[in-house]
């Protein structure tokens, strides 16, 4: 599997860290808001499809990418580099 | 000055090595380069902080992922967003850069201690690095001036091309002896020369 580091270009899967599902929402640090904390740790959408995640580029540019990922195919739909998605999406 | 110390040391031969058939199809050599400085941006200031650094080094650094430059003993590239490293045979650069680049613009980190850089010069050069990275080194894909991040297994490496024939590796000195060893049993089919 490669994945297109938006710096880097194409690069081999090994290069990469999984770091996890983006769809979830971390609740404010003071939060103590239990099902809110629950939801946060536990709770996965469980997609079987295009899946928004997070992976970094730790054995190249160490970014940080906002990728998009088929589960049923493997196929990179696109990444970014995950501060900027991040920005834009909050910018909506 | 204090006496540059090599972790590569112990096991550093100069001379002729490996398979001697073909004559040498690589030289391996530690350049010791005084300053290893590495510069971050803070976000929006990218710009503002690679002026800087053509300022201060004379380079010129194009606004586009890995771009780098060399004279004589100065270069220069970018390795990831907002991220440069400057490398210079003369000692000091890091205060230099130190002195022109506000807390408002980036970060500074003297990393001269703490990488090794090897050079790996010659014909098979490119063959070479083929054998260790995940990377397409040919010419086109990995022109003159370019810099790439990537990772040999968990020894992380900024890979500059210098020359045609000639790329500059800059690997943490703690695995640096290991590195070296690794890259002297895959260069032994080649031939090498250690200067
Ligand atoms: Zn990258």
Redesign the pocket.
Known sequence: MLIA?????P?DLS?FTYQGDANRTRPHPMSNDQSAWNAYVYDRVNTAGDHREFWQ?SG????H?AVVRSTLTHEIKSVAIARESMNREAAK | MVEIVSPLEPDYRRGAHGNREGGSGVTLSETQPGSIVQLAAWPGQDEALRKVIQTVTGLHLDAVPGAGAIVENTAAFGF?PGRWLVVDQAEGRGETLRDRIGSDLGTVCDLSHGRTAIAVEGERAERLLSKLYALDFSAGAFPVGQAK?TAHHDVFTLIHRTGVDRFDLYVYRSFARSFWHLLRASAEEFGYTVE
């Open positions: 580091c938006p710096y880097c270009g690069r290069e580029h190249g540019c160490r970014a990418l | 990831a991040s």
